[in-house]
């Protein structure tokens, strides 16, 4: 069925959208069917009480109801043009995406093919170039990647596959993950109280984007060095509330202004801070982060004042301590 033609089952046209249902043409237009009936009886009934002549009633109220149908029909209208919008937008980003994976991973591979010398030996100023190289294309193949995920967020396509996760093994292997990253930026990675009993069912693959996203900014973000160390720090840590698993990932950064605030788990949205001090981003991991928790039925929030740090937080259900 084509995606822009009428359908009696509003639901799934707005699946295929990928828009909520109170987004939806054929979702308003059913509303407005409603109201419009609602208002021609009301219309009739309110006529016959205070006009005698029936014919003036029944004029009036065919005059009521056309000039509802019309206003019905240019309102509903006009959002299935945006919503076929949406829908190609989507379906660009997906397919323009899909076809970029492959030449960049085809670019990182030989990038690491000569860096290794097999092909010829390189001297120290091409290395570096070849560095540089290298880590724009991981950029690129995590651009790649978020918009992906959004596209899936949007399209309704975005699958979870749960099982049983220790979460003290998958917060020790981003740690390894982060070190390199975090020496260079001269921060310090701290995680409190592990607890290897915290289990928590759900997707393993997403749950691991959360906790990256938000390491990943703390570091970035983390400006103040400690008097003792001469280092930032970034604070890992977690607990039980009631059957909720609650992570939180602490940083003594750059904080994120007031008005800023309210924006922040928007699309593409990077704060005054961020630009000011030339931290990369997309703006799309914060995004990412609180679709993929609200997906699995969790919460995502955060605490921040300007040049104070932040303090991300999130819930997630299907959380208990295995003895």
């Not at 100023?125 to 991981?138: C, G, P, V």
Request: net charge positive; glycine share 6%; with cysteine.
């Amino acid at each position: 069925m084509n995606k822009g033609s009428f359908s009696l089952d509003p639901f799934s046209q707005c699946r295929g959208y990928g828009i909520p249902l109170w987004q939806c043409p054929q979702f308003l237009f059913l509303i407005m069917g409603c109201i419009i009936i609602a208002s021609s009886v009301l219309s009739f009934v309110l006529g016959r009480q205070y006009i005698v002549d029936p014919h003036v009633v029944v004029s009036l109220v065919l005059a009521l109801t056309a000039i509802l149908l019309v206003i019905a029909f240019v309102i509903t209208h006009s959002f299935e043009k945006l919503a076929q919008s949406n829908r190609l937008k989507s379906e660009f980003i997906s397919i323009v995406s899909h076809q970029l994976r492959s030449p960049i991973s085809n670019l990182q591979w030989t990038l690491d093919y000569m860096m290794s010398g097999r092909a010829g030996s390189i001297k120290g100023e091409q290395t570096e170039y070849f560095r540089i190289l290298k880590d724009n294309s991981a950029r690129m193949q995590q651009l790649v990647n978020d918009l992906l995920v959004v596209s899936r967020i949007q399209q309704g396509t975005f699958a979870l596959r749960d099982q049983d996760i220790q979460f003290s093994d998958l917060v020790d292997s981003l740690v390894a993950e982060f070190l390199p990253f975090a020496r260079a930026s001269n921060v310090e990675l701290v995680v409190e109280e592990q607890d290897p009993s915290i289990f928590v069912f759900q997707d393993p693959t997403h749950v691991r984007g959360i906790v990256s996203n938000l390491i990943d900014n703390a570091i970035r973000y983390s400006k103040k060095q400690e008097e003792k160390t001469g280092k930032s720090r970034v604070v890992i840590r977690y607990c039980m509330q009631d059957s909720f698993l609650r992570v939180e990932v602490e940083d003594s950064g750059v904080g994120i202004p007031k008005q800023d605030q309210k924006y922040i788990f928007e699309k593409f949205f990077r704060s005054d801070n961020a630009l000011k001090h030339q931290t990369r981003g997309s703006g799309l991991g914060l995004y990412i982060a609180k679709s993929i928790a609200e997906k699995m039925g969790g919460s995502i929030g955060f605490r921040s004042a300007q040049n104070k740090g932040s303090i991300f937080w999130f819930l997630l259900p299907n959380a208990r301590k295995k003895v």
